[in-house]
């Protein structure tokens, strides 16, 4: 059996080395399945100043899960096949699926500014922070440092 599934995928890159800006957007749909249809972006800008180049990138995810909650609400939320391990393994993946479907919905963007340092050619110090917010449950909005070291050998 073949799940009809799409995905779209459109981006540009532009290095002028002194600065650089991309951009991408994707789409993802798979029909029947309770997998979410899935739309995400981003751009990004960045500006090389010697051995510096700070850069910002926004991004967005959404994911819409009506069409999966409504394929899990077509199913039986139990069965009765008078065989108890038939009928309690049907029920934990009728919770799993609902499980799955439920949380998949979700409107996200982010915004991330960094500072990368090249300490000498193959060697270069990073560090990002990130604002994430969740536009449908601000209790899951967040900031995320994070610091690291590249080497090239």
């Known amino acids: 059996m073949k799940i009809p599934a799409t ?3 459109v981006a540009v890159d532009i290095d002028k080395y002194d600065w650089f800006v991309g951009a991408e957007f994707t789409q993802t749909e798979v029909d029947g399945s309770v997998i979410a249809d899935n739309k995400a972006w981003y751009v990004t800008a ?3 100043l010697g051995k510096f180049t700070p850069h910002i990138t926004y991004e967005v995810e959404e994911a819409d899960n009506a069409d ?5 609400a077509a199913l039986p939320s139990s069965i009765s096949t008078g065989d108890q391990v038939t009928d309690a393994t049907w029920s934990a993946i009728y919770q ?10 979700f409107e996200v963007s982010a915004v ?8 000498e050619p193959g060697f270069a110090l990073k560090a990002d922070v990130t604002w994430y917010s969740d536009d449908l449950d601000d209790a899951n909005d ?3 440092l994070k610091v690291g070291v590249n080497y090239t050998f």
Do not use: C, N, P, S
Request: hydrophobic share 45%; aromatic share 10%.
């Open 46 to 48: 960045g500006m090389r």
């Open 68 to 72: 999966q909650l409504a394929l899990v």
């Open 96 to 105: 799993g699926a609902t499980g799955i479907a439920t949380q998949q919905k």
């Open 112 to 119: 991330t500014a960094g500072l990368r340092y090249d300490v």
């Open 142 to 144: 967040a900031t995320l």
């Open 7 to 9: 995905f779209f995928e």
